[in-house]
């Protein structure tokens, strides 16, 4: 079956950096866009950062733009998030997700409800 599996969280002090990886297997990894979500305490799961199957095109949420990279290995099949300057609102669980494309136009999308597959998620605490 389908796993996704996210490693790398902890906590980190307000304006260090934190890296994050999925592995997933069970599936054609090329055939998958990926994203990263996250959930705050106290609120809804948000689009963080997408990437499409070439690791070429990437799409953030405004508020981590130039603080996070999103990137993937087509050879290990993993997709990271590197988190810089990280802020005390960065804190949440962090989900890796898979979105099946069907289209050769729309390649990746910020939309939660097209993922397919989800982690189980991994927890990241910036503290002030």
């Known amino acids: 079956q389908v796993q996704l599996v996210e490693s790398g969280g902890g906590l980190v002090q307000a304006g260090g950096s934190l890296g994050l990886s999925c592995a997933a297997s069970?599936?054609?990894?090329?055939?998958?866009?990926m994203g990263w979500f996250r959930r705050a305490p106290g609120k809804e799961r948000e689009f963080v950062a997408t990437?499409?199957?070439?690791?070429?095109?990437?799409y953030y949420e405004d508020s981590v733009k130039g603080r996070f990279t999103i990137s993937r290995d087509n050879a290990k099949n993993t997709v990271y998030l590197q988190m810089n300057s990280l802020k005390p609102e960065d804190t949440a669980v962090y989900y890796c997700?898979?979105?099946?494309?069907?289209?050769?136009?729309?390649?990746?999308?910020?939309?939660?409800?097209?993922?397919?597959?989800w982690g189980q998620g991994t927890q990241v605490t910036v503290s002030s």
């Open positions: 069970g599936l054609t990894f090329l055939d998958y866009a």
């Open positions: 990437v499409d199957w070439s690791g070429k095109n990437t």
């Open positions: 997700a898979a979105y099946r494309f069907t289209s050769s136009i729309v390649t990746m999308s910020s939309r939660e409800d097209e993922y397919d597959y």
